[in-house]
Structure formats: structure tokens, C-alpha cells
């Protein structure tokens, strides 16, 4: 079993920045690959960054050259370095832990936008 717990997330205004954090803990060995996801209000959940073995980075077309996923493995951590924010970056983000049979989800982080 893999816990994971998001942390980070906040009121900011647009232009400015956040980092969220993604705490593992339980049994972090069988995680593969990770990942951050956002859903916002009246949208279906959508991987925001990914971040596999290797270290090779994935970003969705919206967040690329803003946002920036690094992980630390020897401290079961994940990051996710947001900047230039945006009012449409406001979603709840999710953490995703991918396992060889299955994937496990944080409670998520609230981001929200504005000014």
C-alpha cells in the first residue's frame, strides 16, 4: 500500500508562483512512474506533468515552459514548480503514483488563481 499526500496549494495571483509537494509513504519501492493531475470545477480530471523512470519529463501543451515536475527519490518526494499562474491553472491537483498493477492518488491540493 502507498499513501501519498499533497501539500502546497493556495489563493495566488496571476503571474505568480507555487510549489506543491507530494509526500510517499508506505510502500514507495513499487512506484514506477509519478505524476501531477488538476481537475477544475465542471472538467474532467487531466495529467498536468509526468515524470518517468529515467527521469524523462512529459507536460501537457498548456503548462509547458511555466511549469516544471522533479521528484526526489531517496525522500519519496514530488514537486511540482508552477510559475507565470494563470486564472485556468485554478483545479484541485492530484498526485499519481503509477505501480507495476495499479496507481494510487493523493486527496489533492487546491490551487485557485485570482486577484
Known amino acids: 500500500q502507498v499513501l501519498l499526500e499533497e501539500s502546497g496549494g493556495g489563493l495566488v495571483q496571476p503571474g505568480g508562483s507555487l510549489r506543491l509537494s507530494c509526500s510517499a509513504s508506505?510502500?514507495?519501492?513499487?512506484?514506477?512512474?509519478m505524476a501531477w493531475y488538476r481537475q477544475a470545477p465542471g472538467k474532467e480530471r487531466e495529467q498536468v506533468a509526468r515524470?518517468?523512470?529515467?527521469?524523462?519529463?512529459n507536460y501537457a501543451d498548456s503548462v509547458k515552459g511555466r511549469f516544471t515536475i522533479s521528484r526526489d527519490i531517496a525522500r519519496n518526494l514530488l514537486y511540482l514548480e508552477m510559475h507565470s499562474l494563470k486564472p485556468e491553472d485554478t483545479a484541485v491537483y492530484y498526485c499519481?503514483?503509477?505501480?507495476?498493477?495499479?496507481?494510487?492518488w493523493g486527496q489533492g491540493t487546491q490551487v485557485t488563481v485570482s486577484s
Open positions: 499519481y503514483g503509477r505501480a507495476r498493477i495499479r496507481g494510487y
Open positions: 508506505g510502500d514507495t519501492d513499487i512506484i514506477i512512474n
Open positions: 515524470i518517468i523512470s529515467g527521469g524523462q519529463t
